[in-house]
């Protein structure tokens, strides 16, 4: 059979011959086949390339180094006995294969039957990033009707997924933030009431990232209307044109009530415009993202200063709680890094972060003064916490949302043979959504 295979972690994967795994056979994984094994052959149908198939052929993942050769492929959709089924691997976390291949070998005991009328390839594509999304909102975030959700990464399949899963849970406003300008996109089109550019442009720079973005921009005011917003985005944008203005306002404090005692510790933007406060920033050497400063003193001595109105985070703060209807009660956060310091001052008194990914940065500036002053609950989500069983129910829910059209995420399908070339364009992040192979 033609499979997909990792042969070192070093280079990209290639598309090969294999043995196919049948009963009596054991595949890398030792996984033997035969009947009363508790393993079965799956015919793949799709597969998606995550970003966990990704860190684990890199052998950067808290995994290790798998061990190679394999076939990669932590998820796929295919046929048991004529059955459509869902399916996880633990190719890469752990000796064997996965699921990009002709066939691939599954405990019976994990596959999920998936309803009539649910596309193989939009299952795969929403597969463990809308579980995530899912049950990081739902289980782990305690997402309750009404309450106001801001999703960060909102064009990345986890983001998408979770605009549409908070609104199905009864949110009363989801707003939703986003590094690129297709990325802005993705998330209006899940349905966010509001999006707002992660970026920052430089003076000079008319948004090298996102071509759209206006330097002057910063907040508007929350609408509760249901009805798009952008914040960022320049006048001659459609969004601009949609709702008939362009209110510039300056940028403000993310939460004026916050009590925290001086104003240094908060980091508060004051009334500086995104662009000048990053130019006096820079001109003062501020380290990125940090709101500090090295000057040194007469006598020589080096020292750390907080820059005022100069902070990255207050910013993207501001602008964020500009287009939210108050306090926002959730926060879904697959990036960490600056965006979720910024998105934490958004918060309510008690009000949740739930990081499920570092996209943006493995640490994140979030300081001390917003954490106590509301007492927020910042917690860590992993599917690997989950219990088989809520895989299943979380699995069979998004299947069945996706059927009845009312969840779905961007993706395109790529033909096995053309696999290397689409794990190379998902690396360097110049997909239009997510690649799903067409195994079968
Ligand atoms: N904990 C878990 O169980 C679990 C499960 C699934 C996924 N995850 C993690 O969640 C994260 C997102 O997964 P995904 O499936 O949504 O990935 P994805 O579809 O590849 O999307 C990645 C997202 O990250 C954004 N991004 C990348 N670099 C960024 C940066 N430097 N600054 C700001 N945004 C940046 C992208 O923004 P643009 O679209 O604007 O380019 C995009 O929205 C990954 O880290 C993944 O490992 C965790």
Known sequence: ??????????????????????????????????????????????????????????????????????????????????????????????????????????????????????????VAALGLSAVAAYMALTWRGGLRAGEQVLVLGGGGVVGQAAIQLARLAGARRVVAAARSAEGLERARQAGADAVVALNVPEPGDHGRANPSLDPTATTRPAKTTGRVETTGLAETTSTAKTTGRAAIRPAKAADPTESTGSAESTGSAESTSPVEAISRAKAAGLAKGTGFAQVAGADGVTGLVRVAGADEVAELAARLAGVCDGPVDLVLDPLYGVPAAAAARTLRKGGRLVNLGGSASETCPLDSSTLRSRSLRVLGYTNNELTREQRAEAIAYIAHQSAAGRLTVAHEVVALEDAAAAWQRQTAGTTTGRIVLRTG
């Open 1 to 122: 059979m033609r499979a997909v295979l990792v042969e070192s972690c070093d280079r990209p994967p290639v598309v090969a011959d294999r043995p196919v795994p049948s009963p009596g056979s054991s595949g890398s994984s030792g996984s033997s086949l035969s009947p009363g094994s508790g393993w079965v052959a799956v015919q793949v149908v799709a597969a998606p390339i995550t970003p966990l198939d990704l860190l684990c052929a890199g052998g950067t993942s808290y995994f290790g180094r798998p061990a190679v050769p394999y076939v990669p492929g932590v998820q796929g959709v295919g046929m048991v006995g004529g059955r459509p089924v869902w399916f996880p691997t633990s190719a890469g976390m752990a000796p064997g294969d996965g699921s990009m291949a002709e066939v691939a070998p599954a405990r019976a005991e994990d596959l999920v039957e998936l309803p009539a009328g649910a596309d193989p390839f939009a």
